[in-house]
């Protein structure tokens, strides 16, 4: 699911910038330079909406960003937390699976990775791919 809120910049006094994300209560984080405060800003929000998804708690309505009174910079920031749940969520699950005897036998003398197959299958029926960068 991907999602788009205001977001509040506010230069800190120790440097750097505080973040809130006034919609998303509980929403807060900072970062040493603009740059980081924007990707701090994207994965706070991701592991909150992902936390309202999994809850199954309504999702807030963004406000207009004109609506947003503050002294501090207001910017839009997209979330995506399908993609965050890829990046944080990557453990391997082990699954049993049944398939003709004749074929597994194929394939183990093919030296055919079972495990490997399978998740690019899925990726396929699914139409997904795992993200090609992971976040520091």
Do not use: H
Request: charged letters at 25%; a negative charge; aromatic letters at 6%.
């Amino acid at each position: 699911m991907k999602y788009v809120y205001p977001v509040i910049f506010e230069e800190a006094e120790e440097g750097g910038y505080n973040v809130s994300v006034p919609d998303i209560p509980g929403t807060f984080t900072c970062g040493d330079d603009m740059a980081e405060s924007l990707e701090m800003a994207e994965d706070a929000m991701e592991m909150m909406l992902a936390d309202y998804e999994d809850e199954g708690k309504p999702i807030p309505a963004p406000s207009a960003i004109s609506d947003i009174k503050t002294d501090g910079i207001v910017s839009l920031v997209r979330a995506d937390t399908d993609a965050w749940r890829m990046l944080m969520n990557n453990t391997a699950v082990k699954k049993n699976c049944t398939l003709p005897a004749w074929l597994n036998s194929k394939a183990e003398k093919a030296g055919v990775n079972f495990s490997q197959v399978l998740q690019d299958a899925l990726k396929k029926i699914l139409g997904v791919s795992e993200p090609k960068t992971a976040i520091a």
